[in-house]
């Protein structure tokens, strides 16, 4: 005989008349849960469908109840019925759990809506959601429960676990790290804000009509075709088919390019490259777009250059035009396709010497969407960009010179740049030119960043994070732009080492100091820095070093894809065998701010209460385990190729 509760009639109406009260709040904790890899119209149906399924029919059994926790637990049926939402949006990692995506099908299918595509009202969401971006679903769920659902630490991971995840008290402790906008929650939380309403547009009306039509003929010829086979078998022959793609659709046609109003950027609050107006002496050149469309649907012998996770595909529907105009001898076409730019280049006359460029722009925003290459010189010893319309002013720098001036950069009334030196792309790194670029007042005051160009279409964002401030307690310090004298000290001996970057598909770089100690023998201060370079598509590649007082900077660890060193791997760990100026050898390892004792094991048996760990290494190298303590309670284990982590 079965003893599992069920549910009863009565206990259905009440979870009922919870789902309808609570009704916007589900639906924005399904919707910042579910997967953010599906897309904003995916999600919010799914987030819909997940809500209205999570209404249990009588008899149903009610699963692992939430444990009791006191007379503050909240509404049992409000409980039950989170916990139904949260089964059909995480994802489980326990062995009998498999994948959410196994769970709901390959790939998920959410309810069908003909005609329309959906995204949730403005207000913060998807702000919130970017904050969550590439946060497990747990820790994404976590953050919702606590931060806006306003349950206790406690109930969120009770309400965690019965949801099935694998470790909720780590996942509330890794959501409660993510760095918070009050004033982003507070416009969440108002009354007027219902997560449940969703704005609806169109889809692409003519290309739907098309598709239409196309189906309905390729059936009537199917069926001629059918009848036709069944009187008479032609020898087989070449495979014709009809034409389609760009083309057909009418995406390459010029005229639909869409165009951005110059002021744009200034009344949005989006900025970033959605609000970049057309630009260039040549924007109404019909044969020039015309040539530049036609090139990226079927290059043929152009040369074509991707980034990293790049497709060179044509665009499906009518790209952005960002600019059109000829610079150095060369005509050059700039335009957005989603999250993708393509720069296209031919001689001035039109008569050869086509190139196309293809990048990836992933949520760039007011310093990644800063700037993009118009062109380079001969040998690449310079280039000319076209900068963001919201940039006020523009200068260069050396940033292998801490104490280097700025130097000012002349930029036209349509943005472009005079010819600015770029790093060398291989050989002596005598200088490191950047660029420092200012926002206009009108967005935002006094916000100066700078920029590094690796050869790619889009330059390289620079930041820096400063040694830790105060107890472990204290919040995480955040990255701060690298233009105070501070930041500029920290990257001059690091600068040339950002060649090794060149033809990846990095966004933003960012050195962290996040130890530094005494070393033995009288060898002065040093200062233990975790260098990611930050990937378009979310994992980043680090590199741990020893920054002495003097001489190079020595390689400690190395990690390729990893989140360490970024806003959800804030948990740091590393050590090395180094040689002192006495010819002495000596384990050193440091940790981040929340670690306060470190442990040896292996050729070295050491311990240090502390940060930072300095131990004699007797005889010949051999195996180290490095585990360190963190305040909060775990541990972390030290950096190495797999990434080390936290336990």
Same mark, same amino acid.
């Given at each position: 005989m079965s003893t599992s509760q069920r549910f009863g009639?009565?206990?259905?109406?009440?979870?009922?008349?919870?789902?309808?009260?609570?009704?916007?709040?589900?639906?924005?904790?399904?919707?910042?849960?579910?997967?953010?890899?599906?897309?904003?119209?995916?999600?919010?149906?799914?987030?819909?469908?997940?809500?209205?399924?999570?209404?249990?029919?009588?008899?149903?059994?009610?699963?692992?109840?939430?444990?009791?926790?006191?007379?503050?637990?909240?509404?049992?049926?409000?409980?039950?019925?989170?916990?139904?939402?949260?089964?059909?949006?995480?994802?489980?990692?326990?062995? *009998?759990?498999?994948?959410?995506?196994?769970?709901?099908?390959?790939?998920?299918?959410?309810?069908?809506?003909?005609?329309?595509?959906?995204?949730?009202? #403005?207000?913060?969401?998807?702000?919130?959601?970017?904050?969550?971006?590439?946060?497990? +679903?747990?820790?994404?769920?976590?953050f919702v429960l606590h931060h806006l659902d306003d349950l206790t630490q406690g109930q969120a991971e009770r309400l965690l676990g019965s949801a099935g995840a694998a470790d909720p008290a780590g996942a509330v402790h890794d959501a409660l790290a993510l760095p918070v906008a009050e004033g982003l929650l507070q416009a969440l939380r108002r009354p007027e804000f219902d997560a449940s309403v969703v704005s609806a547009r169109p889809t692409d009306l003519l290309r739907r009509r098309r598709r239409a039509r196309a189906g309905w003929a390729a059936l009537a010829t199917l069926t001629l075709a059918l009848t036709a086979l069944s009187v008479h078998h032609p020898p087989a022959g070449p495979d014709v088919r009809p034409a389609a793609g760009p083309a057909?659709?009418?995406?390459?046609?010029?005229?639909?390019?869409?165009?951005?109003?110059?002021?744009a950027w200034a009344d949005t609050a989006r900025v970033d490259f959605t609000a970049w107006p057309a630009r260039g002496g040549r924007t109404g050149d019909r044969d020039l777009l015309a040539r530049a469309l036609r090139t990226w649907a079927a290059p043929g012998t152009t040369p074509v250059t991707t980034t990293p996770g790049t497709t060179a595909e044509p665009p499906a529907r *009518?790209?952005?035009?960002?600019?059109?105009? =000829?610079?150095?001898?060369?005509?050059?076409?700039?335009l957005r396709d989603g999250d993708r730019v393509v720069r296209y280049g031919e001689t001035a006359t039109g008569s050869g010497g086509r190139t196309l460029d293809v990048t990836r722009t992933d949520d760039a925003g007011v310093t990644t969407a800063a +700037?993009?290459?118009?062109?380079?010189?001969?040998?690449?010893?310079?280039a000319r960009y076209l900068l963001a319309p919201w940039i006020a002013t523009a200068a260069t720098r050396d940033l292998l010179r801490a104490g280097d001036t700025a130097h000012t950069l002349t930029v036209a009334a349509d943005g472009v740049t005079a010819p600015a030196a770029v790093p060398p792309p291989g050989g002596a790194c005598a200088s490191w030119p950047v660029? =420092?670029?200012?926002?206009?007042?009108?967005?935002? =005051?006094?916000?100066?960043?700078?920029l590094t160009d690796l050869g790619a279409l889009s330059p390289v964002h620079l930041t820096y994070t400063p040694l830790p401030?105060?107890?472990?307690? #204290?919040?995480?310090?955040?990255?701060?732009?690298?233009?105070?004298?501070? +930041?500029?000290?920290?990257?001059?001996?690091l600068a040339c080492r950002?060649?090794?970057?060149?033809?990846?598909?990095?966004?933003?770089?960012?050195?962290?100091?996040?130890?530094?100690?005494?070393?033995?023998?009288?060898?002065?201060?040093?200062?233990?820095?975790?260098?990611?370079?930050?990937?378009?598509?979310?994992?980043?590649?680090?590199?741990?070093?020893?920054r002495l007082e003097n001489g190079t900077p020595q390689d400690v660890a190395? *990690?390729?894809?990893? *989140?360490?060193?970024?806003?959800?791997?804030?948990?740091?760990?590393?050590?090395?065998?180094?040689?002192?100026?006495?010819?002495?050898?000596?384990?050193l390892a440091a940790g981040s701010r929340q670690v306060t004792g470190i442990t040896a094991t292996g050729a070295v048996r050491a311990g240090a209460a502390d940060r930072t760990l300095a131990a004699p290494w007797p005889g010949p190298g051999g195996p180290v385990s490095l585990t360190g303590t963190l305040a909060g309670g775990g541990t972390v284990t030290a950096l190495d190729g797999a990434g080390g982590g936290r336990d």
């Open positions: 009639s009565a206990a259905v109406e009440h979870a009922e008349a919870v789902l309808v009260e609570q009704y916007p709040r589900l639906v924005r904790l399904a919707y910042l849960t579910l997967p953010d890899s599906l897309g904003r119209h995916t999600r919010v149906l799914l987030a819909h469908k997940a809500v209205q399924r999570a209404l249990p029919r009588p008899g149903t059994p009610t699963g692992p109840a939430p444990a009791e926790g006191g007379t503050d637990e909240p509404d049992p049926h409000l409980t039950l019925v989170r916990t139904r939402v949260l089964r059909a949006t995480l994802a489980p990692t326990g062995p *009998a759990g498999g994948t959410w995506a196994a769970r709901i099908g390959r790939p998920p299918v959410p309810p069908f809506v003909w005609g329309l595509r959906l995204w949730p009202p #403005a207000g913060g969401i998807d702000e919130v959601a970017q904050t969550l971006s590439g946060a497990p +679903a747990p820790v994404r769920a976590a057909a659709s009418g995406v390459l046609d010029p005229a639909r390019l869409q165009r951005v109003p110059a002021e *009518a790209p952005q035009l960002l600019y059109a105009g =000829e610079l150095d001898g060369r005509a050059v076409v700039l +700037a993009l290459a118009l062109s380079r010189a001969p040998g690449g010893a310079s660029l =420092e670029l200012t926002s206009s007042t009108r967005i935002v =005051e006094k916000h100066s960043f700078v401030d105060g107890p472990a307690a #204290a919040p995480a310090r955040q990255p701060r732009e690298a233009t105070g004298p501070e +930041a500029r000290a920290a990257w001059a001996p950002l060649g090794e970057l060149r033809a990846g598909a990095y966004r933003a770089v960012n050195v962290w100091d996040f130890a530094a100690a005494q070393l033995p023998d009288g060898a002065g201060r040093a200062v233990w820095s975790c260098t990611r370079a930050s990937g378009w598509a979310g994992p980043g590649d680090v590199t741990v070093r020893l190395r *990690a390729r894809s990893t *989140a360490a060193c970024g806003r959800f791997g804030q948990h740091l760990l590393a050590g090395f065998r180094w040689r002192s100026p006495a010819g002495r050898w000596y384990l």
